[in-house]
């Protein structure tokens, strides 16, 4: 059996006690009920990805750019050319978590209390149990998200 090694997806920041950029962390960690830093660098960093791609893609053909542009549209990010690529940052990709989006569809409270229901298996999107907060939810899902609370009810005493 071979192992795959898994990948760091995210990096730390070069210099660890800046108090302007801890503070900033502190408030969208606070605002999106993330569990750590860890989540903000990770969304850092996948904005960062979608945004070398889109440089890499300047000089290529209007297809190829397209191409990005739409499968980012379906993403549910507001793009109509490669510069409103290089305009995305962290926060947009954070208001695309599973974990937000229930939070402003009202069906959860808090950003936390929508975490809890996502780890404890009571999401649903397409009939299907989705149990990762930073599952990003594409726009053809969003209203297919459905909230299961089985209560169980115990006879005896």
Avoid: C
């Avoid at 903000?40 to 297809?63: H, M, Q, Y």
């Avoid at 936390?112 to 149990?129: F, G, M, S, Y």
Wanted: hydrophobic fraction near 35%; charged fraction near 45%.
């Amino acid at each position: 059996m071979s192992w795959i090694r898994k990948k760091k997806k995210y990096n730390k920041p070069r210099k660890l006690y800046d108090k302007v950029r801890i503070e900033e962390e502190n408030k969208l960690v606070e605002k999106y009920g993330l569990k750590n830093k860890r989540e903000v660098w990770k969304a850092e960093s996948a904005i960062d990805r979608i945004r070398n791609r889109a440089k890499k893609l300047i000089t290529a053909t209007l297809e190829e750019q397209e191409k990005l542009l739409e499968k980012l549209r379906k993403m549910g990010f507001k793009v109509e050319k490669i510069a409103d690529v290089l305009a995305l940052n962290k926060e947009d990709w954070l208001k695309r978590r599973l974990q937000t989006i229930l939070t402003e569809k009202k069906l959860a409270k808090t950003p936390k209390e929508a975490r809890q229901l996502i780890v404890h298996k009571h999401v649903l999107i397409n009939d299907e149990v989705i149990n990762v907060p930073s599952y990003i939810v594409k726009v053809d899902e969003e209203d297919k998200i459905k909230v299961n609370l089985k209560t169980k009810i115990k006879n005896g005493k």
